[in-house]
């Protein structure tokens, strides 16, 4: 164990992230942020991540334990070479693979235990970023544990269930989400849970089992002397604004699509896409309804330049169904951009509604 230290001391902080996409999504957006905001108050932080590794500040260490990473944007649910397969994380990862389910955050937690009970004495406090797999358990017993949460994954569940078309795509959304039954269990035995709203400290209990006094309220924040309003920028006419991290139904872009297409029947509306565009149910949608030549996908950019974005823009949208707590929402208040949310999730709390 760690040497004693000041109380009132900085804390050498071993952070964890078994994905951290770093400019949507919020794993990695999160990431990035706090990292950098525990540094700026004197905090010594080193992160551990899998792929997509996140970009973080210049400061902070990024070792890397990488996954077998089967499920990226590039060749989803591709298979490994037998040559991958170097560790027994690894052939617990493809085994998980090979009967449907997402192994990515049991096989990341396995590995980073794995690594850190040979660093127990290099850190005050471990700190994970929604793994919630059975090796962060034994690891909180090495060295004190904090969990953030965001929401309970139930939910992306519920919805994914809900839009599958027939009985075997619900299997494999079943299938695909069975870790959640880890995440409960291992979430409900942690003793310290960051929570980012009042909402998912409602669902998180009723869905997980996590007593209330267990966890504690911290919010989400953007730096305000970035996302502001940009009085120097024009405003495009009929210029809308999304983010859209995943194509999943929990984010509901297929709603957004067929709003902007009822739209265009009456005014000249275009729709600017923070994310990259991907196969799948909404490019689909975007081509049935004709919609591409009036669609911009943006990706990769800075905080500055989705600031801009947001300038240019007339009007931002967050048609999610659920949030925890909504990143997009809060830049694009800081703004001063219009904004239309639904009242998914935390969707209401954060915007004041």
Not at 63 to 77: A, M
Not at 117 to 136: P, S
Not at 157 to 185: C, D
Not at 259 to 287: H, Q
């Amino acid at each position: 164990m760690s040497e004693a230290r000041d109380p009132n001391g900085p804390l050498k902080i071993a952070y964890l992230t078994y994905r951290g996409k770093p400019h949507v999504g919020g794993q990695g957006v999160y990431t990035r942020h706090l990292t950098k905001a525990l540094v700026d108050l004197g905090h010594s932080v080193e992160v551990f991540g899998g792929q997509p590794y996140p970009v973080l500040d210049e400061r902070i260490k990024l070792t890397k334990l990488p996954s077998l990473d089967l499920i990226n944007d590039h060749y989803p649910f591709r298979f490994p070479a037998i040559w991958e397969l170097k560790t027994r994380e690894d052939f617990y990862e493809l085994g998980l693979f090979l009967i449907g389910t997402f192994g990515e955050p049991a096989a990341f937690s396995s590995r980073v235990k794995r690594h850190l009970a040979q660093r127990t004495g290099e850190f005050d406090l471990v700190h994970d970023n929604q793994c919630l797999g059975y090796g962060i358990l034994s690891l909180e017993k090495l060295i004190p544990t904090i969990v953030t949460l965001h929401h309970p994954i139930t939910r992306d569940r519920a919805l994914e269930m809900e839009h599958a078309p027939n009985w075997y795509k619900k299997f494999g959304v079943s299938r695909f989400y069975s870790f959640v039954e880890m995440q409960g269990r291992v979430a409900s035995r942690m003793p310290r849970i960051v929570v980012v709203s009042e909402n998912s400290i409602k669902d998180i209990h009723g869905d997980m089992g996590v007593s209330y006094d267990r966890m504690r309220l911290v919010p989400v924040g953007v730096d305000p002397d970035l996302f502001k309003p940009q009085p120097q920028v024009t405003r495009i006419p009929g210029r809308l604004i999304t983010t859209a991290s995943a194509d999943v139904a929990l984010k509901g872009l297929s709603f957004l699509l067929e709003a902007v297409a009822k739209l265009r029947t009456e005014r000249d509306v275009t729709l600017t896409i923070i994310g990259k565009p991907k196969p799948g149910k909404s490019m689909d949608l975007i081509d049935k309804l004709g919609l591409a030549p009036h669609i911009q996908f943006v990706s990769g950019v800075t905080d500055e330049r989705i600031v801009e974005l947001y300038a240019e823009a007339e009007l931002a949208v967050v048609p999610s169904l659920y949030e925890g707590f909504s990143l997009p929402a809060i830049e694009a208040m800081c703004t001063g951009i219009c904004l239309v949310a639904t009242d998914g999730g935390a969707l209401p709390e954060v915007t004041g509604i």
